[in-house]
């Protein structure tokens, strides 16, 4: 089977290089979260991607996303995760897909630091219909 690409009508332009050191840390609901890739930083369309830094005892409160699926991969490192209710490690090289709708939590509860890449579509609405937190965010850092 062949298939025919045409030509877009205007140029497709590709946003710019982003380092995870020029980004701002979110920590709102635990670790450093780092969003490198997103509407705001390249003009994406179809979902974000970003960086996770869990140091030994750092959390990731439980939340939930009404319109993405999160693929949430562990570069370094071994967490407990919890997936609506049920616990798992997630171990370096390995990767969970985090279907929409589902509660999870992240708990770095080993001696090493631990890192992730994730990556989240399609995008919410609007930024703040992105994530229903289910548990306080930790104490003030």
Same mark, same amino acid.
């Given at each position: ?19 995870r ?11 450093? *979260?780092r ?6 930083? /390249?003009?994406? %369309? $179809?979902?974000?991607?970003?960086t996770?830094? #869990?140091?030994?005892?750092?959390v ?26 049920e ?10 897909h *985090?279907?929409i ?5 992240? /708990?770095?509860? %080993? $001696?090493?630091?631990?890192?992730f890449?994730? #990556?989240?579509?399609?995008l ?12 306080p ?5």
């Open positions: 089977m062949t298939t025919i690409q045409h030509a877009p009508a205007t140029p497709t332009r590709c946003g710019p290089t982003v380092h050191a020029d980004t701002a840390p979110n920590r709102r609901r635990g670790g450093d *979260i969003v490198l890739l997103s509407p705001a930083s /390249v003009g994406s %369309t $179809a979902g974000f991607m970003g996770l830094t #869990l140091e030994p005892g750092e990731v409160t439980e939340h939930w996303h009404p319109y993405s699926e999160e693929f949430l991969y562990c570069q370094s490192g071994d967490v407990l995760v919890t997936l609506d209710g616990e798992r490690r997630l171990v370096t090289e390995s990767a969970v *985090i279907p709708g589902v509660r999870h939590r992240i /708990v770095n509860d %080993t $001696a090493t630091t631990a890192t890449v994730f #990556l989240c579509g399609p919410a609405p609007r930024p703040d219909l992105g994530h229903v937190d289910t548990e965010a930790p104490g003030p850092r």
